[in-house]
């Protein structure tokens, strides 16, 4: 998703590339998808997300797209960390192209997992079951 204040954030903060904004928003709509289908909760399309809940959303998103890879891909991005994508969700915030609560902090982002860890350990592949009916 292409918004032309992301070019001044990219200006004000060169941090990240466009592709990781872009992930960020496709991880917002990725959680809150989410979500709704876990039915644990009564999830409407303005319902806020937590820092947290977002972050779940990015690993679930990062491991279905780029699968082993992702932390590769992440590295490419300069995302090293969970905090990397709090600044990324603030930069977005400030240019008012995403919203918080008066609740909502950086904080919230710092260390919630290792990327690392979270990335490769938890890694697993599911075929369909029409595939392994084909083997």
């Known amino acids: 998703m292409y918004h032309p204040k992301i070019d001044e954030v ?15 928003y496709s991880a917002l709509a990725h959680t809150q998808e989410l979500l709704r289908q876990s039915g644990k ?11 947290q809940q977002l972050l779940m959303g990015i690993r679930d998103l990062a491991l279905r797209e780029f699968g082993l890879m992702a932390r590769t891909v ?3 991005w300069n995302i090293n960390r969970t905090d990397d ?7 977005l915030i400030e240019a008012e192209l995403m919203s918080k609560n008066d609740s909502d902090s950086k904080d919230d982002f710092h260390a919630v997992y290792d990327l690392d860890e979270a990335l490769r350990r938890n890694f697993r592949i599911e075929l369909p079951c029409e595939a392994m009916d084909d083997a």
């Not at 990219?10 to 960020?24: C, K, Q, T």
């Not at 909760?41 to 820092?51: A, K, N, P």
């Open 10 to 24: 990219l200006r004000r903060d060169p941090r990240y590339p466009i592709e990781a904004y872009e992930f960020v």
């Open 41 to 51: 909760t009564d999830f409407r399309e303005d319902t806020h997300l937590t820092g």
């Open 74 to 76: 992440f590295r490419l």
């Open 85 to 91: 994508f709090g600044e990324i969700v603030y930069n």
